[in-house]
């Protein structure tokens, strides 16, 4: 595995790849993606979001959707424009369970959710993570 990331991924319909990375933080994961050139990963349609799911069904696999900046208004940490969101119908919820911030980063699923869907969880959670880049891995 190229540091750490392990089960690389090529989508031909994206151009992207695509790798999971073992347990770690949001922004942690960011950081690695980005040393990687590419950022966690945009899902631009649904076709993308199944492909992810067939590939990666661990649950919890950190995506680049977040909060972080200003809560209530998500974004790509690629900067990619929000064109499409996969939401679980009562996500994303900031609960304050488990960390007293809220939620500010997302995972493409959750193992009670039916069916899949994207939910808000703390990105100082210690989660796996999905990322993609462009080309192919090294």
Same mark, same amino acid.
């Given at each position: #595995?190229? /540091? ?24 942690? /994961?960011? &950081?690695? /993606? @980005?040393? +990687? ?9 649904? &076709?993308?979001? =199944?492909?992810?799911? &067939?590939? +990666? ?17 998500? @974004? ?7 064109? +499409? ?7 994303? =919820? ?10 500010? &980063? !997302? @995972?493409? #699923? ?17 989660? !796996? #993570?999905?990322? #993609? ?6």
């Amino acid at each position: #595995s190229a /540091a750490g990331v392990t089960d690389w991924q090529y989508n031909a319909t994206t151009r992207h790849t695509y790798g999971l990375t073992g347990e770690m933080t949001w922004v942690d /994961a960011e &950081a690695l /993606a @980005v040393r +990687f050139g590419g950022h966690l990963v945009t899902i631009n349609d649904q &076709a993308e979001q =199944d492909w992810l799911l &067939a590939r +990666f069904p661990d649950p919890y696999a950190w995506i680049g959707m977040n909060d972080r900046a200003r809560e209530g208004t998500w @974004v790509w940490s690629s900067g990619t424009r929000v064109k +499409f969101t996969a939401w679980q119908d009562t996500q994303p =919820d900031d609960w304050k369970g488990y960390d007293p911030l809220g939620e500010d &980063a !997302a @995972v493409l #699923s959750c193992p009670d959710d039916q069916p899949p869907g994207w939910v808000s969880i703390s990105g100082r959670c210690w989660r !796996a #993570s999905s990322r #993609s880049r462009a080309g192919t891995p090294t």
